[in-house]
């Protein structure tokens, strides 16, 4: 079961990997919103390894209409956003062998030598998640918006702050360079989701 200090352990860095898939919502755990379940089972915390810039395109659902005195008029019924981005050379399996991470802690108990940069999600992980959620499923999103939180909107770098529902709208991959027998392949992965 994830809780706070799962995550805050999950990370290698003073801030979370920018971005997880989840199954569900999340809880809140000690004021930190942290996905509900097991990872790798019911979410994936995916590596800022090779990952390149995070674009998002907001398309606003309305139904706009001159009038008959020349005014614009707008209906507006919601906002909704497309993310995109891409991983080059992201390794194909994040750890050499099955980790082992603490219930409590986050951290990693087995022997296991890492290979991406922050021990995030690698290339196979990724298709396994596309090939397995082929309907709706949540994105946490971790970068700067301090305006989501109503309280020390400042002190809110390290916490996950925005969650999309989200279905896949691409989700393309190539391998680029095969490794040795003892290692791992080098992925590189085009997604784009859309919101609900």
């Known amino acids: 079961m994830a809780t706070s200090g799962y995550l805050l352990g999950r990370k290698r860095f003073g801030r979370p990997q920018g971005v997880i898939w989840s199954n569900n919502s999340g809880v809140l755990s000690n004021g930190i919103l942290v996905p509900d379940g097991v990872e790798g089972e019911d979410f994936i915390v995916l590596s800022d390894h090779g990952r390149g810039e995070i674009g998002f395109n907001k398309q606003r659902i309305e139904n706009r209409k001159r009038m008959v005195n020349g005014n614009m008029r707008s ?37 296991s030598e890492e290979y991406t940069a922050d021990g995030g999600a690698g290339g196979v992980d990724l298709i396994k998640w596309y090939e397995d959620n082929p309907g ?61």
């Open 75 to 111: 209906y507006h019924v919601a906002d909704k956003v497309t993310a995109s981005w891409s991983w080059d050379m992201l390794p194909s399996r994040a750890f050499s062998n099955d980790p082992i991470f603490s219930d409590t802690t986050g951290k990693q108990t087995s022997l």
């Open 136 to 196: 709706s499923f949540y994105m946490f999103l971790a970068y700067d918006r301090y305006d989501k939180f109503t309280s020390s909107a400042y002190a809110n770098m390290d916490k996950y702050n925005e969650i999309l529902e989200v279905y896949f709208s691409s989700f393309d991959y190539t391998v680029v360079k095969r490794g040795s027998t003892n290692t791992h392949d080098f992925f590189n992965v085009d997604v784009s989701l859309e919101e609900v």
